[in-house]
């Protein structure tokens, strides 16, 4: 099993700094257009799956996750936005993956799955649209464009959340699976 040592530390830096600047690429591509904001998962699907899933395939041991969240973390401290919406789901979906990975003894179908968890890094950004929409209404009037927040609102009917998550889980995979291929991971251990 290939775990931690010196190389592989040094390794999970670099990783954990090209997660959280992708994580802030989803997110800034929100200020683009309101439809991007309210597509964030299917983007991080899109970028976030060929970093974590690169990680969880050359480090096949406990803590790789915790160390995504834990750059999350301090990149939200540094921009001060480490409040609990964006930090709470961030320990979760740590916790989910790393309970994943060990159960199924890092496995390639293990790391996929918490592939896929670990793309949801931006969920209590954009989670809000749907579960908080009166706060993301004045937060985008506060600090977007004019009509910017009603856009945002008229492209985030409830059925858009169930449709973002399903189109996002399915490029996480297919990302996974193709970086996977690409670099020549190893899939059977």
């Known amino acids: 099993m290939n775990g931690w040592n010196k190389k592989n530390a040094l390794w999970m830096i670099l990783y954990m700094i090209m997660y959280a600047a992708t994580t802030a690429i989803v997110c800034v591509t929100g200020a683009i257009h ?5 597509c964030y998962q299917i983007t991080a699907g899109l970028l976030l799956p060929g970093i974590v ?9 406990p803590g790789v996750p915790v160390c995504f969240a834990a750059g999350m973390i301090l990149l939200f ?4 936005d480490a409040a609990a919406w964006h930090v709470i789901p961030i320990i ?4 989910l993956a790393e309970i994943i990975r060990a159960i199924t003894k890092y496995s390639w179908t293990g790391d996929v799955i918490s592939t896929v968890i670990m793309s949801f890094s931006t969920f209590g950004y954009y989670g809000q649209i ?3 929409r009166n706060y993301t209404y004045e937060c985008a009037v506060e600090e977007m464009p004019a009509g910017y927040a009603d856009a945002l609102m008229v492209a985030s009917p409830v059925w858009t959340f169930v449709v973002v998550i399903i189109i996002g889980v399915m490029l996480s995979v297919l990302i996974s699976n193709v970086i996977t291929k690409l670099f020549a991971l190893d899939r059977f251990s």
């Not at 309101?34 to 309210?38: G, K, N, Q």
């Open 92 to 95: 979760v979906t740590a916790v």
């Open 130 to 132: 749907w579960f908080n």
């Open 53 to 61: 899933i690169h990680a969880f395939r050359r480090i096949k041991a």
């Open 34 to 38: 309101p439809v991007l904001f309210v």
């Open 77 to 80: 401290l540094v921009i001060q």
